[in-house]
């Protein structure tokens, strides 16, 4: 059984104002507040199409490798549903901004993008259950009606629900690198509906499924791996897979069924006879092209090859412009690239992700951080301590030195000071002793371990394993 796979994914644009008309973009404006003629579709109301949802999605197209059309259109896609107050949503069917792009995955698989499109969203429905299946009624807010989206159709290159699942997060983290998309799932901005159909070991092809409502990278995964199974299954029992649209329910975690799957005629396009034919001249693109930012990929590559950063490490640094920024500021104040990267991603990136918040950089300034380095580098705190005054830092925004200093926390390498307590740690462990005299040289991390139980941490690891060899060889009585 091979699975295949294909992604339609729509991502609002972050305008200042909708597509077609002046009213502002705010989610968290009360419902149907943000409304006019022209995005509730009144008599008479014309549409004039916003430049900026235009320019984003050029930048789209060219970061997604795709060809930039100097002449495209708009359309109406003609569908009665309670959240779509027109009858119709204006779209480009016919003739899109950008076609024939790509997107490469990690484990080197080119997934091919047909088709970037400018469109406009619907509204928002309320439901009164978390399980659409459940709700008694529904609530209508008109306020998303008109925010502009692109809409990003893939070919079904695709055979894992994991390559589904980073696509989608390498096209998050791309969109969000241009500015032209906050790429928050959870909220709406990206929305993505998989296309999913099975080839039996003989080459029989089941129909294709369309899943929506998928909220969450994992959920795509979750989703894509659920149908594919369903749609195996119904293959080796000898049954018909329906052509149909089904919406993924996160509470049961499963697929239900929504309603048969629309034919492209069963819409009715035609040419939006309210605008004009959109025209962009070269000159225009190739503008755009030039001042688009160094992109995720090519940072993280660029990392590699410059500061010889793990790959893991230059990924996770490169993939969020804040950042890739906080990092390159760290590395520009004289600090080693390698051990930033190391930090930033190991300790405090984990406390964000502990606490599930994207990352802010003045949570933890870098001079904080800074500091913080060089007294763990010059062996003036341990890497315990250090990992405690972040957590510190992390939480109240305190001075690193301050924090050194209540708690006491500077190391002590001092050997007049060292070299009794080590002493008396060998003393109390005589068949250790032994063992190092035998030749197992290892159990000089025992000695150091105790040590720095008896010093709570203050005492330098590396000074006290060098005074503890010498002890033990006899260099100091």
């Known amino acids: ?109 080119h997934v091919r993008i047909r088709r970037i499109h400018i469109e406009e969203d619907a509204g928002k429905m309320v439901h009164s259950s978390e399980n659409i299946t459940e709700s008694k009624e529904s609530l209508i807010d008109f306020n998303r009606c008109g925010v502009p989206l692109i809409e990003i159709v893939t ?49 029989r092809s089941s129909s294709r499924v369309e899943v929506k ?24 029992d000898g049954k018909d897979v329906k052509h149909e649209t089904r919406g993924w329910n996160f509470v049961t975690r499963t697929t239900v069924s929504l309603r048969s799957k629309e034919e492209e005629n069963d819409y009715r396009y035609f040419p939006e006879p309210d605008l004009p034919i959109l025209k962009v001249s070269k000159s225009q693109i190739e503008n755009i092209k030039q001042n688009l930012p160094e992109l995720p990929d090519q940072k993280s590559e660029r990392y590699v090859k410059t500061y010889g950063l793990a790959k893991d490490n230059a990924n996770i640094i490169a993939k969020d412009k804040i950042i890739s920024a906080y990092f390159e500021k760290l590395v520009s104040s004289k600090m080693d690239p390698k051990d930033s990267s190391n930090w930033i991603v190991n300790d405090l990136l984990a406390l964000f992700n502990a606490d599930s918040v994207d990352f802010n950089p003045d949570k933890v300034p870098i001079e904080s951080l800074k500091v913080l380095m060089e007294y763990t580098n010059s062996g003036k705190i341990s890497r315990l301590s250090a990992k405690e005054i972040l957590g510190e830092i992390y939480k109240n925004n305190n001075n690193p030195q301050d924090i050194i200093k209540e708690k006491n926390l500077i190391q002590v390498s001092d050997e007049n000071s060292l070299v009794p307590v080590i002493k008396k740690v060998i003393e ?11 030749g197992k040289t290892s159990v000089v991390g025992f000695f150091v371990g105790n040590v720095m139980k008896e010093t709570k941490g203050k005492a330098d690891p590396k000074v006290v394993g060098d005074l503890a060899k010498k002890i033990l060889d006899g260099e100091i009585k």
Do not use: W
């Open 1 to 109: 059984m091979k699975t295949v796979i294909g992604l339609e994914i729509h991502a609002q644009l972050l305008t200042e104002t909708k597509a077609f008309c002046t009213c502002e973009i705010d989610v968290n404006a009360k419902p149907n507040t943000n409304i006019c003629p022209v995005c509730t579709g009144q008599p008479g109301a014309l549409p004039v199409l916003n430049k900026k949802a235009v320019e984003f999605a050029i930048m789209a197209g060219l970061a997604l490798n795709c060809e930039i059309h100097e002449i495209s259109s708009f359309d109406r896609k003609n569908y009665f549903y309670p959240d779509l107050p027109k009858g119709y949503q204006i779209t480009q069917y016919f003739h899109p901004i950008a076609t024939e792009g790509y997107l490469n995955l990690d484990n080197g698989k």
């Open 428 to 438: 109390n462990n005589p068949s250790v002793v032994e063992q190092y005299k035998k």
């Open 155 to 203: 070919e079904p290159d695709m055979e894992k629900s994991e390559e589904a699942k980073e696509f989608m997060e390498k096209l998050r983290d791309i969109l969000r690198t241009l500015g032209v998309c906050s790429g928050n799932m959870e909220e709406g901005a990206l929305r993505c509906d998989a296309n999913v159909s099975v080839v039996d070991d003989n080459g």
């Open 213 to 236: 409502n998928i909220n969450s990278f994992r959920y795509v995964q979750y989703a894509i791996e659920y149908e594919a199974e369903r749609i195996s299954k119904a293959l080796k």
